[in-house]
């Protein structure tokens, strides 16, 4: 089969891989879509395709999926696990099914592990196996984890991944791997450039699949488990009732007072603006989650699911790039402050700012470091205070008062953890602008690899 048959559409905000298929004919098969269709349909016009079928290989908890939307938008049908009792109509698929696509074959395999209906969709060229959709089963390097479902679960579903692994390790080598989960995934684990591989790479190189037993296998993939955002918990449920969207989403405009009444009733203004411009001038109270790739994921892990939330942009902010995103986590945005900062200030509102320092700069005895555990690991500033930024609002008050620097890898995320500090109460606060790296090379200090 052609390569170019095959097109990979990437989220890197999510780190997934949606899969566009080539059957023939110009029909096309599309593998975990997200509701968030506008890479997938640029791909299929490009290529004049049309999407035939929609593939689930599992209920995902990072996204809404975008089946549904393709069946009422174009007639696509989805094929999907059985045992996901999904509540629209699809194609109940279960272990050893075949779905004939006109000169190729999907076969079924179970893969539970990741999810307890997971499956994986073998490619058949005739007798030949031509690649696996694994989605969170057998990814590049690792598994997807199995923690999602419930605690209680996460032993029993490991052990699930252990066998469904083994599984898919009995294909032939040169089948290619084609996760649905990657690098950047919170589903999934180590990171990587590579996004898909083949069977026999994978049993040659990954660690997982290395284990010499099923109990080591479970010690080294739960080890390797880190945080994951709280929206998460309720975006499976979602897909099994099957979301979609009845047309383009639009941003509506709020003035002052508008946005006043809906912050009073328990709404959250988001600054979606560049660091700098946050840093020179913002509305109190408001959290900063720049709009970039992992715009969504912050979205959903720190605001509540349920609260009105009214987004300040820069002109130039594509609203579509602010409005997708957030309906792709189930999260409706309920407008835009009009005129944006200017227009408080205008309307007698005041504005707040945040001091940003330089690697060198860093003067105050209380550094907050809101990365990753695994990232923190690699090296961090000495003395600093480790607080995941998924877990700071749960933390302002243990800090002490007086300054706090907060930082991260870049200054996106120590943004945010600035605003949700200053939220709290904190006043003397500073974003790093740079990495733990940049401090070390500007300060000659070794960084501190400790917990």
Request: net charge negative; hydrophobic share 40%.
């Amino acid at each position: 089969m052609d390569d170019r048959q095959l097109i990979a559409v990437v989220d890197e905000g999510l780190g997934n891989s949606t899969y566009l298929l080539y059957l023939g004919d110009g029909r096309a098969l599309a593998v975990d879509p997200s509701l968030d269709l506008r890479g997938l349909h640029r791909t299929a016009l490009e290529h004049q395709l049309r999407i035939e079928y929609a593939v689930e290989t599992h209920l995902h908890a990072d996204f809404l999926s975008g089946a549904r939307q393709l069946a009422h938008d174009h007639g696509a049908r989805i094929l999907a696990s059985a045992a996901g009792q999904r509540a629209f109509d699809h194609v109940r698929l279960a272990d050893g099914d075949e779905v004939d696509l006109g000169g190729l074959t999907l076969r079924v395999l179970a893969t539970p592990g990741h999810t307890p209906e997971h499956l994986s969709f073998l490619l058949l060229d005739g007798t030949s196996e031509i690649g696996v959709f694994t989605g969170g089963s057998l990814i590049v390097g690792a598994a997807a984890r199995t923690d999602l479902v419930s605690p209680d679960r996460t032993e029993q579903l490991a052990r699930d991944q252990y066998a469904s692994l083994h599984r898919l390790a009995t294909l032939a080598d040169a089948t290619a791997v084609w996760p649905t989960h990657g690098a950047g995934s919170f589903c999934s684990a180590p990171p990587g450039a590579a996004r898909t591989s083949t069977i026999g790479i994978e049993k040659a190189s990954n660690p997982l699949l290395a284990a010499p037993d099923e109990d080591t296998f479970v010690r080294l993939l739960r080890d390797s488990l880190g945080s994951y955002p709280d929206y998460f918990a309720r975006v499976g449920e979602l897909n099994r009732q099957g979301p979609w969207v009845t047309g383009p989403p639009l941003l509506a405009s709020l003035d002052s007072a508008q946005v006043r009444r809906l912050l009073a009733g328990g709404g959250y203004l988001v600054d979606v603006r560049p660091v700098a411009d946050y840093a020179a001038g913002h509305i109190p109270g408001s959290i900063a989650i720049p709009l970039r790739g992992q715009y969504a994921t912050w979205l959903g892990w720190l605001i509540p699911a349920d609260a009105p939330i009214v987004v300040v942009r820069n002109p130039g902010q594509d609203p579509a790039d602010i409005l997708w995103p957030a309906l792709n986590i189930g999260y409706p945005i309920a407008g835009e402050l009009d005129g944006g900062v200017a227009a408080w200030t205008a309307a007698g509102g005041r504005l707040s700012t945040t001091r940003l320092v330089g690697p060198s700069e860093v003067d105050s005895s209380v550094v907050v470091d809101v990365r990753q555990a695994n990232e923190v690991a690699t090296g961090h500033l000495p003395g600093a205070q480790l607080i995941e930024l998924g877990d700071l609002a749960n933390h302002p008050r243990e800090l002490p008062g007086g300054p706090v620097t907060v930082m991260c890898g870049h200054g996106e995320r120590a943004a945010t953890g600035a605003s949700l500090l200053e939220r709290a109460g904190h006043r003397d606060l500073a974003i790093l602008v740079g990495a733990a790296d940049d401090w070390a090379k500007a300060t000659g200090t070794t960084l501190d690899t400790g917990q």
